[in-house]
């Protein structure tokens, strides 16, 4: 893989089909924005595994020279989704699939429908018709399943292979198709013709709307129609954390966009002297710690949440963090997964807007659910915990809590940066990696994002492991565990350690990016 470089745009996405989608767009002289509607409808269908249109989405949106605005399109919880309700009906813990999962609002469309106004506004917003036609005929004509579908845990397929719908979506025989067989999704191609005509608003208050409530009343999930239908997507402004290499951005709660931050401005009053040595590897874990002990009280729905998360961001509490670490000796480390993977895109046009966007339905395909009439796949709300004194407790209008972080910089060099990163628990500190090694080390986009990386948690044992991809440096390996990291290492290219994108546009207009080629995406110019 190389790095892709151009003047008049790009867009990175996780499949070559949505990348390739987002890059006409850009070329037809549609904004950033337009490209990642584009991208994201094409991953929704090619990519239906980790995102879709029974998902939700958050966005960082930027016009050149303005502070970036987030779009938060988490859907809440059902009105009828009581804590209550789910502990009397035996359950201790949030379910993650089946119809009690699907409790909460898709809110991935309407996402592209406040999206879609915002490029309409500065001078973009090409009609619906033109991009969501890329992902329309994909469904109708055939997408090849991809390798990193074809992998999905066998445990997990076990889960969601008895609800309504999924076996005859997904599955061949009752077994998960080989990589590179063709599939359709007639009744999602009818689905996004059908929002492209009447306009994205029709899957909350219109005919598609109606079809989605029925179908979910029918199955049993919590969700009705009024709660479709007095949903709508939030503006907010997302939180930040200026550094030596520039202001950095992320997105706000019920994200874990605090802890993405928290992460890097821990890392940089390490003072690391070089890449991809023990001391880099060794400071980023330790600086993950401090960062997620610090945000998971502070993660949730903001009603939730007792404090403010930006304190963690400010300048003490990051000096304090970093005063924590010990150079040359893990602290412990216990953490429940936080699960909620998804796909990252990120665009920079011709003029300067960029845009830092996370798709996803929460746990691998969701809750399972494939609802008849549309063919849409429902995400699930296993974010949410079931314990009352929890910040991340569900409740009637509540927000899922997302692990979703995508980032974006202005650097003092005139430089902006948008990256993002997917992976549960591991999206922070993953693209906070991917950043060091591009922005504090100069290093290449593609060797950054190719170069081995880790997880903390994701191994056999989620709760403690340090999993690192083979191919790391054998010495780094050797003083990690010498150091008292619990090591685990994985094959190249494992889902542990997550999938990542980054492009960087020069004061000059020259971009430069890539998407991860541990999975099936690409960067495209427009």
Partial sequence: METLVGTRGMVAAPHRAAAEAGGEVLAAGGTAIDSVIAAAAVAAVALPHLNGLG??????????????????????AAAAAGLAGYRDGGHDRMPTHGPLAAATVA???????????????????LPLADLLGPAIRLAKEGVAVTADEAGVPAGRIAEVAGEPG??????????????????????????????????????????????????????????????LAAWRPRLAAPPTLATLWGRLWSTPLPTRGVAALAVLGVFERLGVARTDGFDFVHGLVEATKQALHGCDRLWGDPAAVAADPAAILEPAAIEAAAARIDRRRPAPWSSAP??????????????????????????????????????????????????????????????????????????ADGRTVVVGATGDDGSPQTAAAVFARVVAYGMDVATALAAPRWSLGGGADEAAALTIEDGLDADVDVALRRAGHPVEVVAAGDAAVGRAGLIVRRPDGRLAGAHDPRGDGAAAAG
């Avoid at 990589?179 to 929002?195: C, E, N, S, T, Y």
């Fill in 107 to 125: 809110g991935t469309v309407g996402g592209w429908s406040l999206a879609h106004e915002i490029a309409g506004a500065i001078g973009g917003g």
């Fill in 338 to 411: 936080a699960g909620g993977g998804g796909v990252w895109i990120g665009a920079i046009d011709r003029k300067g807007v960029a845009v830092s966007f996370v798709q996803s339905t929460f746990s691998v395909y969701g809750s399972g659910l494939v609802l008849p009439q549309t063919g849409v796949l429902w995400g699930d709300a296993a974010g949410f915990s079931l314990d009352p004194a929890s910040p991340r407790r569900l409740g009637p209008g509540r927000l899922p809590p997302l692990a979703a972080s995508p980032a974006m910089a202005r650097l």
């Fill in 166 to 227: 999924f076996a005859a979506t997904f599955l061949v025989d009752g077994r998960p198709p080989e990589a590179g067989r063709m599939r359709r999704f007639p009744k999602l191609a009818d689905v996004l013709d059908h929002l492209a005509n009447a306009g994205l608003d029709d899957f909350y208050r219109g005919d598609v709307g109606h079809a989605l409530a029925q179908d979910l009343a029918r199955l049993g999930a919590p969700l009705a129609r009024a709660d």
């Fill in 55 to 76: 998902g939700d989405g958050v966005w960082l949106v930027a016009e050149a020279g303005r502070p970036p605005r987030a779009i938060v399109a988490a859907g809440p």
